[in-house]
């Protein structure tokens, strides 16, 4: 009997995996359902054991069970490893996603998993952070703080309870990190959560996963119930989201994890020192977390040896939008935006040039191709006006109209918008009709003017990033696309 | 004051919350979500219930029942169709897809058809930024969502 590998990644499902994995199955194959390899031009993908190691084919179709089984189908493509795709990747987060079954203890723990958190559990405390802290981990949800001083506020912190809180409300458009690793590698997440308790002396942690990611919640809850014998005395829960895309924010969202509505509290004090229910908490990103794993297995060094300046270790960047080799890639921080874009990305999906793509979510700049040599890095993207965020590229083709997507960067922001502070409460909306005007061609001289006057006003006045970066997109597309706006002959009436 | 039939299915679908789940702190966005996969939406009904039972004002239980996109407090449709409307899903051409679907189903973004067939509801991202544009149809995700799917949902929610 044969032995098939194929994706139970939402996306792979979204794909039509599940009519493939039936198919198998009724032909009498052994199904292991996995994680997504992160290559979704190639989905339904199934991989058949033999002698020489897993080989892969994709995409197939529920039709094309014998072909694979007997090793003639059209869409043969060897080991994944093999694929260009993927031989340059350095997968430290994502080194088991795609491979195991992602429930499966066994193959867990058989594939290097555990390591970390035993190696953590024979340290002090403060060691462990000091290891964190020596690897030069950043946070990956986007604003890039130091992870190991996070921690170390938490463990400093007096308080009879602590928390560790992560912040799975993955919600930037471009980005599917978080939900590939939960989905595929659960157990990952697991075991870096209890790391960071063992770390900073936390009893109890929860996982906030937004509600549009419903395998992701299905997963978790299942992994964290087979392994909370090898986590006690740490315990763990799953909360749903309701879809508010400011509970990303983590004050918002600590607010939603007590039951209140997701908006964001005034900062000092920080949540390190007074978080959760009023407690010492650590709230980290899916993909922070997930890395810790790595680095207490490995060492520091061998995360901080990878990166480029400040930025120290990989990044699992996200490829999105209208790209050809749509997916998930994880390489150290340094490789340049056209590197990605065109070489990795292999441009459009339309094959159309590529004139735009806009990076780190609703909140990122829009950048042109003048501006592919800035390097994957926390501080060249800032000098630049923009961010990397959670490292999702979405990738616009020329057809692209920039002053319609700063546009919706306003109507995004006003549809989101908490509603606490008034830059942001007010400024989306007031931003929505100034854009509306430009682009109906009235005073588009004086309402440039005015829009940015209203950008500075949320960035330096909002008591969060939704208010405060939203502006990103709307300058950006303002500085690098003016062609856009106003003057331009084919400007096309307001909706 | 004797239930009427409503009061005591809500009283009931509570009790049993409360008493396998109602002992976490910050317990009302799960009750919340337990009583709308129960009863479709959150009827206002509900509310006093609701607060009665975890010790919180109407005012506060009402508060987070309309801050979250996700708690309906009228019944949606049979068929519910969330459209994905962010960038990603744009860059692939979702703007068309999104006016397509409004015509093709024949209700407005947000709305629900005259015979309570179908709702169609915004969603912002699914995480599924690569094969876009994409949506959610009664829970299962469906992708590459050109004229022809379109053809296919809209056959399938108003059959």
């Known amino acids: 009997m044969s032995r098939v590998y194929i994706s139970r990644d939402m996306a792979s499902v979204a794909l039509g995996a599940d009519a493939v994995a039936d198919a198998f199955a009724a032909a009498g194959a052994e199904v292991v359902r996995t994680g997504s390899h992160g290559l979704f031009r190639i989905e339904p993908l199934v991989e058949v054991d033999t002698p020489d190691g897993r080989i892969a084919y994709g995409p197939v179709e529920p039709d094309g069970v014998a072909a694979v089984l007997d090793g003639s189908h059209a869409n043969r493509l060897g080991r994944i490893a093999d694929l260009p795709f993927f031989a340059a990747q350095q997968r430290f987060t994502f080194a088991r996603c795609g491979v195991i079954d992602p429930v499966d203890l066994v193959d867990y723990a058989a ?10 559990r024979a340290l002090a405390p403060a060691d462990v952070v000091a290891i964190v802290r020596d690897s030069g981990l950043r946070g990956r949800g986007g604003a890039g703080f130091p992870t190991g001083i996070k921690w170390q506020t938490v463990l400093d912190a007096k308080g009879d309870e602590k928390f560790i809180v992560c912040n799975a409300d993955e919600g930037d458009s471009g980005t599917f990190a978080d939900r590939m690793l939960m989905e595929g590698d659960p157990y990952c997440l697991i075991e870096g959560m209890a790391i960071a308790a063992h770390a900073v002396g936390a009893g109890h942690g929860y996982v906030y996963i937004r509600s549009e990611y419903p395998f992701a919640v299905a997963t ?29 924010e983590e004050t918002a ?58 930025s120290r270790g990989t ?48 909140l990122g700049a829009y950048f042109p191709r003048s501006m592919f040599h800035l390097p994957f890095d926390y501080e060249a993207f800032a000098a630049a006006g923009g961010l ?13 109209d920039i002053a319609k997507m700063a546009r919706f960067a306003m109507e995004f922001c006003a549809v989101e918008s908490c509603g606490k502070c008034t830059p942001c409460r007010i400024g989306s909306t007031r931003g ?10 009235e005073q588009v001289g004086a309402q440039i003017a005015l829009l940015r006057d209203l950008c500075d006003t949320m960035k330096y006045g909002s008591l969060c990033a939704l208010g405060g970066f939203t502006p990103y997109p709307v300058l950006s597309a303002l500085d690098h696309f003016p062609e856009d706006f106003g003057g331009a002959p084919l400007a096309v009436a307001a909706e | 004051m004797p239930d009427t039939p409503e009061t005591a299915a809500y009283r009931e679908a509570i009790n049993r919350f409360m008493c396998a789940d109602g002992d976490g702190r910050g317990a009302l966005l799960p009750l919340l979500h337990a009583l709308q996969d129960e009863f479709g939406y959150i009827d206002d009904a509900l509310v006093p219930h609701v607060a009665g039972a975890l010790n919180l004002s109407r005012a506060d239980v009402h508060g987070v029942v309309t801050f979250y996109h996700d708690f309906r407090r009228r019944p949606a449709g049979r068929h519910v169709v969330k459209l994905c409307r962010a960038e990603s899903c744009q860059a692939r051409g979702g703007a068309a897809i999104e006016r397509a679907a409004i015509d093709k189903l024949g209700v407005p973004m947000g709305g629900t058809s005259g ?22 149809v009664d829970g299962v995700p469906v992708s590459r969502i050109d004229s022809a799917t379109l053809d296919r949902l809209a056959a399938q929610v108003t059959a």
């Open chain 2, 115 to 136: 015979d309570g067939r179908v709702t169609l509801e915004p969603v912002y991202c699914l995480g599924l930024c690569a094969i876009g544009p994409n949506a959610m």
């Open chain 1, 253 to 310: 969202l600590l607010d939603s994890i007590e039951g209140k509505r997701g908006q964001v509290r005034a900062k000092p004090p920080l949540p390190a020192i007074s978080g959760l229910f009023g407690k010492p908490t650590v709230v980290n990103n899916v993909l922070s977390l997930a890395a810790v794993p790595f680095i207490l297995a490995n060492g520091a060094q061998a995360y901080a040896e990878i990166g480029f300046g400040r």
């Open chain 1, 315 to 362: 990044m699992p960047i996200q490829l999105a939008g209208n790209v050809k080799n749509g997916g998930l890639y994880e390489i150290g921080f340094g490789i340049t935006l056209g590197e990605l874009v065109d070489t990795i990305g292999g441009g459009t999906d339309s094959g159309r040039p590529v004139r735009a793509v806009q990076v780190g979510g609703p």
């Open chain 1, 220 to 248: 978790m809850r299942e992994a964290i119930a087979r392994s909370a014998g090898r986590i006690a005395p740490f315990t763990l829960e799953v909360r749903v989201g309701a879809g508010a895309y400011v509970c990303g």
């Open chain 1, 388 to 400: 990397i965020g959670h490292a999702g590229i979405t990738v616009f083709d020329d057809r692209v």
């Open chain 1, 432 to 441: 929505v009709e100034t854009v509306d005007r430009i682009i109906a061609g």
């Open chain 1, 111 to 120: 594939h290097g998993g555990w390591a970390g958190l035993d190696a953590a």
